[in-house]
């Protein structure tokens, strides 16, 4: 019996609109086709989530990609307030799965600076367990230390947990622990999911 769910953020409980936001910025094609390419094209998010690398000499090498977007860059790595909105009815869901007697927690790729900046407009955070966040301790998904720290962290029985996330990659690095997964490609498909597994939701 499923008493644990385990959440991502980006695209389950958050959209990562960084198109959006380049695009509300006014920019032209051109000038969003070049941030992408020095930012979340550029090669390195990774190295942002995993938390090992300063910040401040990442954003370097990222400035060093298209030196004359230097200030859009700059403003586009302050701006994850604006980048990464919650959903709706994201605060509501978790709230739901707690008044129906679950453990929530999340496990999340995410970057400090990044997070900081996120955190105090996530509603959902006020309703979750705890949660492992990538860059608190160096591994990202679908690496299985992440995986292993949220279950000794939190005392998870993974059999009787299920893991949502929007990427595949970090569904199946999830599975040879015991979860069960489900991959959230709309809100209503993921509900219908999870009541498939008995959860009440």
Known sequence: ????????????????????YLEDCGYNQEKRDR?????V????????DRGLRDEEELIAESVAKDPDMKQEI????????????EYEYSADFVKQ??????????????????FELSKPHFKFVNYVDGGVISYQVKAIKPEPEIY???IDQFQIIPEEAVFL????????GAKPFGFRTIQVTDHEQ???????????I
């Open 1 to 20: 019996m499923i008493n644990t769910i385990i959440l991502d953020i980006g695209n389950v409980l958050a959209h990562f609109r960084w198109k959006e």
């Open 35 to 39: 941030i992408a390419k020095a930012t």
């Open 41 to 48: 094209l550029g090669g390195f998010w990774n190295e942002w």
């Open 74 to 85: 700059l403003a586009f790595y302050d701006s994850f307030d604006k980048i990464v909105r």
């Open 97 to 114: 799965l707690k008044e129906n007697g679950y453990k929530v927690y999340l496990l999340s790729n995410y970057s400090k600076k990044h």
């Open 148 to 150: 292993q720290t949220l």
């Open 165 to 172: 996330d929007d990427l595949p990659a970090n569904l199946e």
């Open 190 to 200: 993921a509900l219908k999911e999870l009541r498939g597994l008995g959860v009440k």
